[in-house]
């Protein structure tokens, strides 16, 4: 079994920036592939932003340009730097891993974008 704990949400203001972790354990390993993905408030979960277990990265086109993905494979660890927050970007962020059949995701941490 693996488990994925996700932190760093907190209140921000409209243009601030924040930085969230998700630390993998267990039978997660480099190998997966990462993704972060959002739930605002009576929507559905939107997927975010994927990195390979090479590095390749690629973003939804609501935060391209502001979110960055990056991976630590020594800490089995993902981030996602988010830079010019907007009030829509308000949600609860879940990380995801997978490999082949395998399929993890955390709890969840709240990011909101208030004044």
């Known amino acids: 079994q693996g488990q994925l704990v996700e932190s760093g949400g907190a209140l921000v203001q409209p243009g601030g920036s924040l930085r969230l972790s998700c630390a993998a354990s267990?039978?997660?390993?480099?190998?997966?592939?990462m993704r972060w993905y959002r739930q605002a408030p009576g929507e559905q979960r939107e997927w975010v932003a994927q990195i390979t277990p090479g590095g390749l990265t690629i973003y939804g086109d609501s935060v391209k340009g502001r979110f960055t993905i990056s991976r630590d494979n020594a800490k089995i660890t993902v981030y996602l730097q988010m830079n010019s927050l907007k009030p829509e970007d308000t949600g609860v962020y879940y990380c995801?891993?997978?490999?082949?059949?395998?399929?993890?995701w955390g709890q969840g941490t709240q990011v909101t974008v208030s004044s």
């Open positions: 995801r891993a997978t490999w082949l059949r395998n399929d993890y």
């Open positions: 267990g039978s997660i390993s480099e190998i997966y592939t």
